[in-house]
């Protein structure tokens, strides 16, 4: 494996794979906190032209975090179809890359040699892509799931409704629903976050978000965001969950953080599909984000993007109905600025489609990042270009309860109308049944919560 | 138990109190009264103010609603923006406004600096971590945790050591969330302490300050507990949100799970003086049990 | 998780803390003019703040743990009840459900429709104060009835999928009492003098006895009864249906109260205006009739000895009849009341409050009441003057010789800062001690959650006498009487609130 690059009129020698890795990100905030990334510009580049020689066998037998110590790995490891990998072990990442552009290259080719690659394989190829690569290669993928309904065909973005409140006051959730059912949004899911963590609190959302659908017969699904183990325990006495929901990490000790393992994941799938109100086969909702194993200190001295990747990696595993990054919410010591923004959204979205992931992306920011509302607009088309498969839907981008900002239930309709894209079939035929939207534009009373009422 | 009156006397006035409503025509009186006479109207007492688009009442856009009564249900059931209607997909003018001119009180908290005054009101001397500046504070957390050389020897020669309360008051992420609940949260935590019999060391402002900076202090002055009341990262509800963190002997290497935290502090959140006044039954508990954090059964 | 933490990296949850839960046992008994009953349900306790808050619990689930069958309430004579004997079947009750009055938290006896007078309610709370649990007391009323049947018969939650009002009429022997929900509020109460034991029969339809309460409808309406005289089926007949319309045109709004039949039905003050009603259930003991055959003679329908079963038919429909209400089936009939009573009257105080564990239970707290408007907490002296009248009104409707001689209920401290709530226990301390020297209690209830903060602040002015009780989140108003239970966890204070007069508005609500 070569480890060292002559440019800029030097030679830049990197000690091993993880250093290459890291210091060929893009620049990000989290990565300098955690004192790998790239000294300058030009060790930057240095990084990036050996890891675009490096070949896909050199990434698979140079494991960053050996298998045998760390089960997010075996899973990933477990999962590697030997035939497809055996075909494409001499590629070189800079190959990958041109191979994935290329136009001969679609949706079935992608799926196909998928199933040969690592996480790592793939967060390494993202790093040799600018944004438009991105979202180029993303749009050529195509992964669809069905839990009530079909997403993530081509030509749909669907929406999850989000309706936050912060005391989790059930009227409170419910008018906020209201208002995104009648912008068309909620196709994705109706997930909300409590801030009660307590098994009473979950069935209580879970049993009332089921009424409503039921009520209007809404083809969606529901999903309550609470730890696994108290949606387990909310399920166990008989709360109505479509979907089960658990934030990932892409290292067991940053899973070990969220008071999780993959022992619990395999009980929570198996109690979603006994007892779960889905219909399936895709019964899970992940969430992940860039930097949360550093802020666990649970990195192993990984880059922030390669340990996303291996969020995916692992949630594969569960055949999930959607995933996404929420991916400004952390901070600015992890993404500084719109600009780190909008790069990891596009890299989460790619690296998670190209691992045959069904994709959304939470297009958010905090208060104390330098981002604003515009720069959400930015990324929101983006993603719509790059086929994003849902975005986050909150009354006027500002949730309450959480208190950040996302995209909005605007947002949304806007997108739709404006990049010529559906709500998810099934869910249209219902907009059209309430009269809320034709020829898949909103209609005049698209907009007035009280038609639920 | 305290004397108990006569239960002769009190069915007599429960029966007299019961008569009394249950005679018809007094009945009506009493009904027709609380009908005319509704609550009085706290707003009208208040001093007329220019109206703000930040601070303005929420009303609902949406021109012809299927149900104009159930829309002001909605929107008094949650702080939510919601029935802001649209023009096209996208939302009004003014609401758009709206949401920009919260995110600019947001970004100036961060940015913003507390009042010396108000500092110096409750007699709280300064030292600094090694965040630098802004940029440096948000992008690196860990230099908030470290007290600078400086600041350490001012903590030195200017508190008691080994105090039982030790209490640190730092910006954090909101210096408006300081200027906002000081004057509450401060006086009303000085209270429950004297109500629970515990004593405090010499309080300080600690700029720059991230949560952890608990421990280094921990180290330098070994109190038995120690608070932080720092500002919290800003929304868009409140940029003015406090937390209160607390935590039995702070120390270095000590772990998020050991503290524990009282959040969302502000006049439209957890009335400030109320929690002030619990931080003394925490800490109480605390020293009673000699944990803090998970461990810690409130 | 959790929001708004100064430093937080995932939108997505920590393990759960493990929350136990706590329950409390609560009782509801219910003595009326014919029936008497009891159940007994479990209430749960729950944390409803979240883990980064200010601790606060409420009762997230109400269980239905026993319910008696229905007994004839025992009468000495007349309406005059027999206490000892209600006394022996609450004791086998007690025995059939498992308990001993000792677990009693919390709940109700209510005394209900004509049996509801003095010497009655007298005799029961004796009875009750000195050999049942400390907490079970006496109440009573037809608006409260009225409300708690409602709530029992589930008519509050109906009211909260319908965009008009709903009405639950509880129909019992001596009594009608309607109570409105409006979007899960309590819109008002209306009480008819409608009842199945009004009218007496034998079996061959020989009138027994006429309630001299319904003299004056009768009277307005021509209908002579006499007892020891034969009615006919069909005049029974009529004269059930007339009722039946009387009360539900009164209602449906289609009659005015001036309307003089419909004057003489009502007993106290009609609701006005009346809500537009989309719904009307019927519970009571009435209401369960409903669902027998319909009598087609004197015979059948004297089974009880009253007109109960022909009232019910008539009522059924009569009710049937208006295009614009659904007639809805209640949760509950005959024990609509009594559950109401059982499982809603309890309330929890908030769990960051100020007491001394010793001092509770405190039984039959009347309240007063003082509202501030956020002006007056800016001036001392207009809110001394405020304190010290209160206190004064206060000595002399309740008397000062009770320690405390009531708890006075603070509301409009939503904007009060440390300088507010230090200017109003100054206020409170000063007057409370003019107008009570020597007294050793002072209790106060806050509807804002500021106990913890005002109770510190009023022990360090009273020092160690007055003692000083002050929870909060409990909305009570002047006319209502309260029980403060002993503390769960030290922390929090179930209350039962019992108003004796209905109030308007006074539900809290979320958010």
Known sequence: MKLAAAAFGRTFQFKDLKEVMAKANEEKSGDQLAGIAAEDAKERMAAKLVLADLTLGDIREHPLLPPETDEVSRVIEEAVNEKIFAEVRNWTVAELREYLLAQSTGNEEIRRISRGLNSEMVAAVAKLMTNLDLVQAASKIEVTTHCNITIGQRG???????????????????????????????????????????????????????????????????????????????????????????????????????????????????????????????????????????????HHGIDQVTLESRCYGLARKYKPFIVNTVVGFIGPEYLYDSKQVIRAGLEDHFMGKLQQLPMGVDVCYTNHMKADQNDMDNLAVLLAAAGVNYIIGVPMADDCMLNYQSTSYHDIATLRETMRLRPAPAFEQWLERMGIMENGRLTKIAGDPTIFM | MNPVIPIDQLVDRVMAELERKLAPSNAATAQTAKTANPMPDIAAALPEVAESITDGERIAHVPDPKWEEGLGELLASTPARIGVWRCGTRPLTKEVLRFRCDHAAAIDSVYG?????????????????????????????????????????????????KPQVQVVVSDGLSANAVEANLRDVYPSLMDSLQAYGLSAGTPFFVRGGRVAVMDPIGDILQPEVLVLLIGERPGLVTSQSMSAYMCYRPRRGTVESDRTVISNIHRGGTPPVEAGAYIGTVLKKMLEQRTSGVNLEL | MVRQTEERVTKGTQPPASAEDRWITSVG???????????????????????????????????????????????????EVDAE??????????????????????????????????????????????????????????????????????????????????????????????????????????????????????????????????????????????????????????????????????????????????AALLLGAPLEPMPVLEEWTISGGIGQLMDSPKPSNVEE????????????????????????????????????????????????????????????????????????????????????????????????????????????????????????????????????????????????????????????ALERRFGPSPKVICIDQIRVDLGDYVDLGEPISGTMVPVVVKTLAFHRGEEVTDG
């Not at chain 1, 006495?237 to 990932?248: C, I």
């Not at chain 3, 999928?161 to 009608?176: C, F, K, P, Q």
């Open chain 1, 156 to 298: 749909i973005l669907a929406g999850r409704a989000q309706p936050n409140h912060p005391t989790d006051s059930i009227p409170g959730m419910t008018a906020s629903l209201y208002e995104a059912l009648s912008y068309g949004i909620g196709d994705a899911v109706i997930g909300i976050n409590p801030v009660i963590d307590s098994a009473d609190s979950v069935k209580a959302i879970l049993a009332t978000t089921k009424e409503i659908m039921d009520k209007w017969r809404i083809p969606t699904q529901n999903c309550v965001l609470a730890h696994i183990k108290t949606q387990m325990k909310a399920i166990r006495s008989g709360a109505p969950a479509d979907m089960v929901f658990q934030s990932l990490a892409g290292s067991q000790d940053g899973n070990a953080a969220f008071g999780i393992d993959v022992r619990l994941l395999d009980e929570a799938d198996e109690l979603i599909r006994r007892e779960g109100t889905g219909t399936g086969p895709n019964l899970w909702y992940f969430e992940t984000g860039q930097g949360s194993e550093l802020s666990a200190e649970a």
């Open chain 2, 113 to 161: 600096t507390v009042d010396s005054s108000l500092l110096d009101e409750f007699g709280l001397f300064t030292v600094e971590t090694r965040f630098g500046n802004t940029e440096n504070y948000l992008k690196r957390p860990d230099m908030g945790r470290i007290v600078t050389d400086e600041g350490v020897e001012r903590i030195r020669s200017r508190c008691a050591a």
């Open chain 3, 29 to 79: 008994i219910d003595i009326g003019t014919s029936t008497t009953k009891m159940i007994v349900s479990r209430l749960k306790l729950a944390r409803t703040s979240g883990a980064l808050s200010l601790p606060r619990y409420g009762i997230t689930e109400r269980l239905l743990a026993y319910q008696s069958p229905i007994y004839e309430t025992p009468l000495r004579t007349g309406d």
């Open chain 3, 85 to 262: 004997r209600i006394w022996r079947i609450l004791e086998r009750e007690y025995e059939a459900a498992g308990i001993r009055p000792a677990e009693l938290k919390s709940g109700a006896v209510i005394i209900t429709g004509e049996t509801a007078n003095k010497k009655n309610a007298r005799q029961i709370l004796h009875l009750l104060a000195e050999r049942s649990g400390d907490f079970v007391v006496a109440t009573a009323g037809p608006d409260l009835e009225g409300l708690l049947a409602g709530k029992g018969a589930g008519a509050d939650d109906r009211s909260r999928a319908a965009r008009e009002a709903v009405a639950n009429i509880d129909v019992g022997g001596g009594t009608a009492n309607a109570a409105v929900f409006r979007r899960g509020k309590p819109a008002g109460t209306v009480t008819f003098h409608v009842g199945g034991r009004l009218i007496r029969l034998d079996a061959f339809g020989t009138v027994e006895g006429v309630s001299p309460s319904l003299r004056p409808w009768l009277n307005a309406c021509g209908y002579r009864l006499e007892p020891g005289r034969k009615a006919s089926f069909d005049l029974l007949q009529e004269l059930c249906l007339a009722m039946s319309r009387d009360m539900l045109d009164c209602l449906a709004g289609k009659a005015a109260a001036s309307r003089e039949s419909v």
């Open chain 3, 301 to 456: 329908a004297a089974v009880h000895g009253d007109i109960g079963p022909l009232l019910a038919h008539s009522l059924k429909e009569q009710a049937g009849s208006y295009p614009a209400i659904r007639l809805g089936r209640p949760a509950q009939t005959v024990r609509a009341t009594v559950i109401g009573a059982g499982m809603q009257t309890t309330e929890i105080s908030g769990a960051t409050v100020f007491l001394d564990a010793g001092l509770l239970p405190i039984r039959n707290l009347p309240v007063m009441k003082v509202d501030l408007a956020p002006a007056m907490l800016q001036r001392s002296e207009s809110l001394e003057d405020l304190l010290e009248r209160t206190m004064r009104e206060g000595a002399s409707l309740f008397g000062s010789e009770a320690s405390p001689p009531f708890a006075l209920a603070i509301s409009g401290l939503q904007q009060a800062g440390y300088a507010e709530i230090q200017r109003l226990a100054e206020a409170i301390a000063g007057s409370y001690k003019r107008s009570f020297p020597g007294n050793r209690v002072f209790a106060a209830i806050c509807g804002e959650d500021v106990a913890k903060a005002l109770g510190q």
